[in-house]
């Protein structure tokens, strides 16, 4: 990608440290939600350190956070993006933004990549936003599936009348069962629902990425920036499943949730995912984001959550490489003469 631009060099990048203008950027953004805050990248930091690349041009910004990371043993860093979707902010529309504007941002963009040492750049791009309109130029986008969310500005008979018949039916068959859905609100509640979560997450064989210590539980409930709620569904006083959801910008997002191993068969993670749309009307939310397959594939993750909607977004990744010399030398140096099956992964050279 090679831009040029007469505009003097504009943009500035926020330290975590610097929590309210973080937040203003995030707070003034036409499109945001959760996984962009500042309490969220400091409860989520375990990849990097957190920074906020802003360029900004007569009352008009584009910004975006991340994680920087150091390549062990070289000079170079590279960037991430939190667990979850993130991508690109802006107080306008992406379709609003100028070829000027954008021209100007990638040329300040590359120069801080360059002075940086930063030899790639990943994020998970939100799939309800249009942020690949802006991002496209780079000819870096992999869409890598679909993600579902259910649009609940919908009349609730609408809205179930999208749900598969076999889950409708499932989901009045636990009601009858005598199953329950409540918020959860005690410490002790919050606590075995983290234990649930982990018999989950070892029984699906999931990566070190997707376990959690306790304080990250507490952190994130008792996180400001956005609001959190867990629903606990319960059968004769057992906890048998529960999901921690969020709402932030009229948006509500699934981020984790888990089945207790004895109740898989009974399925009460459907009762609460409609229970979960109860709880996003009344807080006036626009959209139930369930999210994709385990990455973005079709699997029977995804065959699940497209039951409950027929609503699908792009699953997108943008994989930039900025010093594309130094990322082939890290990767020629990591595979020394090693076989390695072809993959997906990004950067290359933090997979060998």
């Known amino acids: 990608m090679n831009i040029t631009s007469t505009t003097p060099s504009y943009y500035k990048i926020l330290s975590i440290e610097n929590r309210d203008a973080w937040n203003y950027y995030v707070k003034n953004s036409s499109s945001f939600d959760f996984y962009h805050t500042h309490q969220y990248h400091i409860i989520d930091d375990s990849q990097g350190t957190p920074e906020m690349f802003v360029y900004e041009h007569l009352n008009n910004f584009v910004a975006i956070p991340f994680l920087k990371r150091k390549i062990e043993n070289t000079s170079y860093y590279d960037c991430t993006s939190v667990y979850g979707y993130t991508g690109p902010l802006s107080n306008l529309n992406?379709?609003?933004?100028?070829?000027?504007?954008?021209?100007?941002?990638?040329?300040n963009f590359q120069t801080y990549l360059r002075i940086q040492k930063i030899v790639s750049f990943f994020c998970v791009l939100h799939p309800l936003f249009n942020?690949?309109?802006f991002l496209r130029r780079t000819d870096a986008l992999s869409r890598i599936g679909f993600s579902v969310a259910v649009d609940l500005r919908q009349t609730l008979e609408e809205q179930r009348?999208?749900?598969r018949r076999q889950i409708r039916s499932k989901i009045n068959q636990l009601r009858e069962k005598g199953f329950e859905v409540t918020l959860a609100r005690s410490k002790e509640q919050l606590v075995e629902f983290s234990q649930v979560y982990e018999e989950n997450m070892t029984k699906v064989g999931a990566s070190n990425r997707y376990y959690f210590g306790n304080q990250y539980f507490e952190n994130f409930m008792s996180a400001t920036d956005y609001k959190t709620e867990l629903l606990l569904a319960y059968y004769k006083g057992r906890m048998a499943a529960g999901a921690m959801v969020t709402f932030a910008n009229n948006i509500m997002q699934l981020h984790l949730a888990g089945t207790r191993n004895e109740f898989l068969l009974d399925s009460p993670m459907k009762l609460i995912f409609d229970e979960a749309?109860?709880?996003g009307r009344a807080n006036n939310m626009h959209f139930m984001h369930l999210g994709s397959g385990i990455g973005g594939k079709e699997d029977s993750l995804f065959h699940f959550k497209k039951g409950f909607s027929e609503n699908l977004f792009d699953f997108t990744v943008w994989k930039f490489i900025a010093n594309k010399q130094v990322y082939n030398e890290l990767v020629q140096e990591k595979l020394a003469g090693k076989e390695v099956s072809e993959t997906a992964f990004f950067p290359l050279y933090r997979f060998i």
């Open 94 to 107: 992406f379709t609003e933004l100028s070829s000027e504007f954008c021209d100007n941002f990638f040329v």
């Open 131 to 133: 942020q690949y309109l």
């Open 161 to 163: 009348s999208k749900y």
């Open 277 to 279: 749309c109860l709880l």
